[in-house]
């Protein structure tokens, strides 16, 4: 079957079999390996990314489901003025060791700091809870989120 989606703001299109998860043709069919694959049972998140704006673990959506909708891909969110701040947090606070997670996780922190730009402690847990890091322990990921928080409070005041 033809499915035809934006990603990252360009219009895709490919021939697919209609089990194809949508992680795979992101990954495989259009080249964006930023989109982990960890479990294939949607207990890490690694494969977060945005559907329609709001987060999906993509291991779990078929891509003929993703035909028609609005794809945001970690690659997605450096803009024309470099990386965001999310991206940037994780680097300098060093929220990440292997960074396999990283991407869901960095896809989750944006998220979140689009409808809740200056979220607690316990808010950011909550927000990355759906997803496994085995190397950090989540704190420099914690700090990662709320130094990006901060970056966006100083840029709109």
Known sequence: MR??????GETVSGEIEPRLLL?????????????????DTSNCGACVLWMDGEPVKSCTVLAAMADGHDIRTVEGL??????????????REHGLQCGFCTPGMMMTARWLLDHNPDPSEAEIREAISGQICRCTGYENIVRAVRWAAAQK?????
Do not use: Y
Request: one cysteine or more; charged letters at 20%.
């Open 153 to 157: 409070q100083e840029v709109a005041s």
């Open 3 to 8: 499915v035809t989606m934006k990603v990252n």
């Open 23 to 39: 992680v795979h043709f992101i990954r495989d069919e259009l080249g964006l390996t930023g989109t982990h694959w960890g479990c």
């Open 78 to 91: 450096e803009g024309a003025d470099g990386l965001d701040p999310v991206q940037e947090g994780f680097m």
